[in-house]
């Protein structure tokens, strides 16, 4: 069974605070990872996507990568109220054309 | 931009009928999906097409099946709706396989609750 793990939260920070999410999966064949944030109501939307080790920046995300530790992390800087959703953290495990294994979330409560 | 566009956002439906969702995507993507979202077990995957008339079984199918006769439309079809159907379906496409970096883009969600 492959598998993506979270923490379901919820993770509350302080405005302008760092946010850090974190995620875990089973099969070391996984290519590609993605960030989505999903508002209460509303379908996932694209944050950022990594698929070599290390960190890649876009604003005021930051994604990591650990093949080895097979982990993928978010790091949200200066976080702000209109952050406040449920991150998903979806791995590509790409073994049969596209085969996405989503995390269960990790609801994130910024405080004004 | 992507548009993935589901019919309906809300439905309500009775038990036993036959209940149609309908998914549409504009960009000659190959690849689409039906999952539904529950709280606490997350977007489960319950059928896929990577092309016209093909479809695989995802991780939940029972008392599902889909309709793919275009490339840019797949139904999703309760046989015999039932009130555990209740939830959150969400549609979804992709580029054509062999890109692995490609994000899925997301319909806006049907709420669909049976009574």
């Known amino acids: 069974q492959k598998e993506v793990e979270q923490n379901s939260g919820p993770l509350s920070v302080p405005e302008g605070a760092i946010a850090s999410l974190n995620c875990t999966y089973s099969?070391?064949?996984?290519?590609?990872f993605f960030w989505y944030r999903q508002y209460s109501g509303k379908s996932p939307e694209l944050i950022m996507f990594?698929?070599?080790?290390g960190d890649k920046e876009d604003g005021r995300f930051t994604a990591q990568l650990n093949k080895a530790s097979q982990y993928v992390s978010l790091l949200i800087r200066d976080s702000q109220p209109s952050d406040s959703a449920t991150y998903l953290c979806?791995?590509?495990?790409?073994?049969?054309?596209?085969?996405?294994?989503f995390g269960p979330g990790t609801r994130l409560s910024v405080l004004p | 931009d992507v548009k993935v566009t589901q019919s309906s956002r809300y439905l309500v439906k009775r038990t036993g009928e036959k209940v149609f969702l309908e998914c549409v995507q504009d960009m000659d993507h190959e690849n689409m999906f039906w999952y539904r979202q529950d709280p606490g077990l997350g977007l489960r995957l319950i059928y896929f097409s990577y092309d016209v008339k093909m479809k695989e079984k995802g991780d939940i199918p029972e008392g599902y099946s889909v309709s793919r006769e275009k490339k840019e439309r797949f139904s999703l079809i309760l046989e015999s709706a039932s009130t555990n159907q209740t939830s959150m379906y969400l549609c979804a496409s992709i580029k054509p396989s062999g890109t692995e970096y490609s994000p899925l883009h997301f319909g806006n969600g049907t709420r669909l609750t049976v009574t």
């Open positions: 979806a791995v590509n495990m790409f073994d049969y054309g596209q085969n996405f294994v």
């Open positions: 990594i698929y070599s080790n």
């Open positions: 099969d070391r064949g996984s290519q590609s």
